[in-house]
């Protein structure tokens, strides 16, 4: 849970995408990684699949934030 680490814990990529239904379940994976030391990285997207409404969430480990800040 070290934010200051150079990267995330466990072997976890430095940049996610989150996917899933929106639900209690897909926030508290959002809050997981939040709470690991990633950072949101943009606003979520959402659709909807005729069934439920599919949501995702980018996260990056805040050690990548400036290489993306130049994209």
């Known amino acids: 849970m070290n934010a200051n680490a150079s990267s ?4 976890l990529p430095t940049y996610r995408v989150l996917t ?4 209690a379940k897909f926030c508290m994976r959002v809050s997981e990684a939040v709470a690991l030391g ?4 943009g606003p979520p997207s959402v659709t909807y699949n005729n069934e439920k409404v599919i949501v995702a969430q980018a996260v990056i480990w805040p050690s ?5 800040s130049k994209i």
Do not use: M, Q, R, T
Request: hydrophobic share 25%; no cysteine; net charge negative.
């Open 38 to 41: 990633y950072k949101l990285y």
């Open 8 to 11: 995330p814990p466990d072997n």
């Open 64 to 68: 990548i934030e400036a290489s993306i």
């Open 20 to 23: 899933g239904p929106d639900d």
